[in-house]
């Protein structure tokens, strides 16, 4: 049983590169979530989708795009990658039946934009 | 807009010893709440949750949670605490599904044992 899982662990960009964060989840959860973590700043709501086929944004969306084409994928997008977006990157995922508050999370995606 | 203050930003207590960690939420109506843990290099995994009901909940590895309404705070317990215990602890609000069911974290409190 993988629960969430994300890829890659690690990246190095330069400012301007694009890039996708995979995120899959084989529970058969409705709700998909992307934060981001930075120091002294918690958790911040980038993208989340309620199903397939709908997505919204979050708190911090600016530069990032998602996309929900199956139940189990969710990427995120960096469209032109900035020193900003340098952060640890979380997916969640969790059934619609926990109120899509209770959240598996993957074990995250470190990103560094030079 | 709703809000979450852990004001602890680092803890340290001895092995054995009783924990407090502290959170105070901001929610217009009745919230969802939630204490999520974060080990080095992992992502979070859910300690606890209060829906409704009793204001007392109890979690995974030992902790426990009081809902206080007219204090706004949900502060995590555990009574003795384990060397592996030390980690990152979140608290988070939520409104009712179907409303505003996006999760707004706390900064974290930093959570050392000594040994």
């Known amino acids: 049983n993988a629960g969430v899982t994300q890829t890659p662990k690690f990246q190095v960009l330069k400012t301007g590169q694009s890039m996708t964060l995979q995120c899959a989840q084989d529970m058969n959860h409705e709700y998909m979530s992307w934060y981001r973590q930075d120091p002294g700043m918690g958790l911040r709501l980038i993208h989340y989708s309620v199903g397939a086929g709908i997505t919204d944004q979050g708190e911090v969306p600016n530069g990032y795009n998602v996309s929900r084409s199956t139940t189990e994928d969710f990427p995120l997008r960096l469209l032109s990658a900035a020193p900003s977006q340098t952060s640890v990157y979380f997916c969640?995922?969790?059934?619609?039946?926990?109120?899509?508050?209770?959240?598996?999370f993957g074990a995250g995606s470190r990103l560094t934009v030079l | 807009a709703q809000s979450v203050t852990q004001p602890d930003i680092h803890i340290t207590v001895s092995e054995g010893a009783s924990l407090e960690l502290r959170c105070n939420y901001s929610?217009?109506?009745?919230?969802?709440l939630f204490w999520y843990v974060q080990s080095p290099g992992q992502g979070l995994q859910l300690l606890l949750k209060?829906?409704?009901?009793?204001?007392l909940v109890q979690g995974i590895k030992g902790f426990e949670a009081e809902f206080k309404r007219s204090q706004s705070s949900f502060n995590l317990r555990k009574p003795s605490v384990h060397w592996s215990d030390a980690a990152e602890y979140f608290c988070a609000v939520s409104g009712r599904y179907g409303t505003a069911s996006k999760l707004t974290f706390g900064t974290g409190t930093r959570l050392q044992v000594t040994l």
């Open positions: 209060y829906f409704s009901g009793d204001t």
């Open positions: 969640a995922s969790s059934p619609r039946d926990s109120g899509a508050n209770v959240l598996t």
């Open positions: 929610y217009g109506a009745t919230p969802y």
